[in-house]
């Protein structure tokens, strides 16, 4: 059987670009970068021209870009960084009840340590209302976190309008692009944000890699203490390959020109699937503000892990989840208020690249023969 991937939400393959530039850095600059001789000279310049591709990217100055490990680290420096260097007054963090665990969890830390959270509720489509947000917002409010485009279900959310909210109240507002960087503007200044967050994996650079955007003149307490790299606030000697890495996939994401034909063919996926089994199918997330290559549908009545494991051949992810021995709805879904028959069906397919016809085609008939 031939192998469909249709799971580039959850992690993308190393594009050969990247591969390329990871294979220059690998071999020709392998000095530690805060070295003063001519290998960390080396090193330290591919460093700071890959960082300038990011800033690109996004809009921003380079020494407003901090290298970390992947999404997860700097969206736990975005949230805990701040939180830990205003320590003398109490702190109030607004988030909503869609965000990824990267946030999740680290609210819920921070929320042992005595922050009070408050978690905006979505509507059916996973957006926020910015007036909620207007009304959540208090004296003691120190950071807004809320992701640019849910993972699961695609809806963007709108951000600029929050931000601006942000704004007249002097909070700065983080945001966990993650998933939207590379497959739509991601400028941090047409955003308005004051912290974002990139994953390389998820944009065709290798895992262990991302970065963290940092508005000047924000001050974060580093989580990793050491050394004075990335300019005090990451410390641990930076990866000129994985730098390289992520700043060839900030480059190549200045081109969004693929995201026409993923369009296309997910809007085909979704009209066929829609076609052939009318109300047996139903679309979950956002019809219009959605990442242009996520769909995620829901098989009416049915369960997504036995429905992905009838259709093996084809990667994707379900909306539901075995723990302990009970079947689990997402807890997006949930948040989403869908119901249980529809959400323990729910599959999502991401597109990618490389996608064809072809693909989807051939997809096609392996679900459908599994709903038959």
């Known amino acids: 059987m031939r192998r469909i991937?249709?799971?580039?939400?959850?992690?993308?393959?190393?594009?050969?670009?990247?591969?390329?530039?990871?294979?220059?850095?690998?071999?020709?600059?392998?000095?530690?970068?805060?070295?003063?001789?001519?290998?960390?000279?080396?090193?330290?310049?591919?460093?700071?021209?890959?960082?300038?591709?990011?800033?690109?990217?996004?809009?921003?100055?380079?020494?407003?870009?901090?290298?970390?490990?992947?999404?997860?680290?700097a969206s736990n420096l975005a949230l805990k960084g701040l939180y830990f260097s205003i320590r003398d007054r109490p702190a109030h963090i607004i988030t909503s009840t869609i965000e990824h665990p990267s946030i999740v969890e680290p609210c819920r830390f921070l929320e042992r340590l005595g922050a009070r959270i408050t978690r905006?509720?979505?509507?059916?489509?996973?957006?926020?209302?910015?007036?909620?947000?207007?009304?959540?917002?208090?004296?003691?409010t120190i950071l807004i976190s809320l992701m640019h485009a849910n993972n699961e279900v695609g809806t963007i959310q709108p951000i600029e309008a929050c931000a601006s909210i942000a704004r007249a109240h002097g909070v700065p507002l983080h945001t966990d692009a993650a998933q939207s960087v590379g497959k739509i503007p991601t400028a941090v200044d047409e955003l308005g944000v004051s912290m974002?967050?990139?994953?390389?994996?998820?944009?065709?650079?290798?895992?262990?890699?991302?970065?963290?955007?940092?508005?000047?003149?924000?001050?974060?307490?580093?989580?990793?203490?050491?050394?004075?790299?990335?300019?005090?606030?990451?410390a641990g000697t930076e990866s000129a390959m994985l730098a390289a890495a992520l700043g060839m996939a900030c480059e190549l994401a200045l081109d969004l020109s693929w995201t026409v034909g993923a369009r296309e063919l997910r809007d085909y996926l979704w009209t066929s699937l829609k076609k052939r089994h009318g109300e047996?199918?139903?679309?979950?997330?956002?019809?219009?503000?959605?990442?242009?290559?996520?769909?995620?549908?829901?098989?009416?009545?049915?369960?997504?892990?036995?429905?992905?494991?009838?259709?093996?051949?084809?990667?994707?992810?379900?909306?539901?989840?075995c723990h302990s021995g009970r079947v689990e709805l997402s807890p997006v879904l949930a948040a989403m208020k869908v119901p249980e028959h529809e959400g323990m069906g729910a599959v999502r397919f991401s597109l990618g690249r490389d996608t064809t016809r072809l693909d989807i085609d051939e997809a096609l008939q392996l679900i459908n023969a599994a709903l038959r």
């Not at 991302?210 to 004075?228: D, K, N, T």
Request: glycine fraction near 12%.
């Open 120 to 140: 905006l509720s979505v509507e059916r489509t996973g957006r926020v209302d910015p007036e909620d947000l207007q009304r959540a917002i208090s004296p003691d």
């Open 196 to 234: 974002l967050t990139i994953a390389g994996h998820k944009m065709y650079a290798p895992k262990g890699v991302g970065a963290l955007y940092v508005r000047s003149g924000l001050q974060l307490e580093s989580l990793i203490h050491g050394a004075g790299h990335e300019r005090g606030r990451r």
């Open 5 to 73: 991937y249709l799971d580039y939400n959850a992690s993308t393959p190393v594009h050969p670009e990247v591969a390329r530039a990871m294979h220059a850095a690998e071999q020709g600059s392998y000095g530690n970068p805060s070295s003063t001789h001519w290998s960390g000279s080396e090193a330290k310049s591919i460093l700071e021209r890959s960082r300038a591709q990011v800033a690109s990217l996004l809009g921003c100055a380079p020494q407003e870009v901090v290298f970390t490990s992947g999404g997860s680290e």
């Open 280 to 321: 047996a199918v139903i679309l979950n997330g956002h019809a219009e503000y959605r990442l242009p290559n996520t769909l995620n549908v829901s098989f009416v009545n049915r369960v997504s892990a036995d429905l992905l494991a009838e259709i093996g051949g084809v990667a994707a992810s379900g909306g539901s989840a």
